[in-house]
């Protein structure tokens, strides 16, 4: 499979990745055996409409440390290896800090990048709402990163922050799907079994409401369609 064969399949994917919920591949997870995909209730939309959000993990790691240093060289050079329909997966547990603002937001956004998820802080809010990049992040801070937190590394596994278990983790290359009830990652080599699994839940969820919608009882929709 050439290059170009795998993005037109990745951006595929990603637009159907878009049209299912996260409670729902949640859902399918826990058939195939991996209930602890879901990431911790902390990581919240900046701002607060940015609304749905999905991609293929770029990681980049950091950590809290004092430097003195005008700046973060490696953080510039993990940003340039993001590419189109990536999603920006940054760990590093911060602490009060921003791990990036409006400038870094628009650089990802021209590289294709589809948003970013936050183990720490982000700013420029009002600023990333008008490029229209959906971001998610433990929290949000006028602090900047400078002199505090910095990038160690990028392109490997990455522990973030979970809802049913400590850490979960994150691959390169990983599904990352975010909206209004969290955040969920779905392992790369599932990701095409997982979405059709979704996409039939969905579809069935659909005539679910659809027959309640027209009178029936929740008794003879379980009857019809078994738990959901």
């Known amino acids: 499979m ?3 064969t795998i993005r037109k399949r990745r951006d595929s994917l ?8 996260t409670a729902t591949v949640a859902d399918v997870l826990d058939a195939f055996g991996l209930p602890n995909q879901g990431l911790a209730s902390q990581f919240a939309p900046f701002p607060a409409g940015a609304g749905r ?42 602490t009060g800090v921003c791990f990036f603002g409006e400038l870094i937001a628009l650089g990802m956004k021209r590289r294709g990048c589809a948003g970013a998820l936050v183990d720490g802080g982000v700013r420029d809010i009002q600023w990333i709402k008008k490029q229209r990049f959906p971001v998610y992040a433990r929290y ?9 937190w910095k990038v160690t590394a990028w ?4 522990g973030m922050p979970g809802a049913t278990a400590k850490r979960v983790t994150v691959n390169p290359g990983d599904f990352v799907l975010a909206d209004a009830d969290g955040v969920i990652v779905i392992p790369g080599r599932l990701a095409a079994k997982v979405l059709a699994q979704a996409e039939r839940l ?18 003879d929709v379980l009857k019809r369609y078994g738990h959901v």
């Open 53 to 94: 959000m999905g991609g293929w993990a770029y990681t980049i790691r950091g950590k809290m440390t004092r430097y003195s240093a005008s700046g973060d060289p490696q953080k510039m050079q993990a940003v340039d290896g993001l590419g189109r329909g990536e999603l920006a997966v940054w760990s590093g547990e911060g």
């Open 155 to 158: 392109q490997g596994s990455v």
């Open 140 to 148: 949000r801070t006028p602090v900047q990163s400078i002199g505090r």
């Open 14 to 21: 990603r637009a159907r990745y878009l049209k299912v919920d």
């Open 2 to 4: 050439n290059k170009d």
């Open 202 to 219: 969905t579809a069935k969820e659909v005539r679910i409401r659809r027959d309640l919608g027209k009178g029936a009882s929740l008794e």
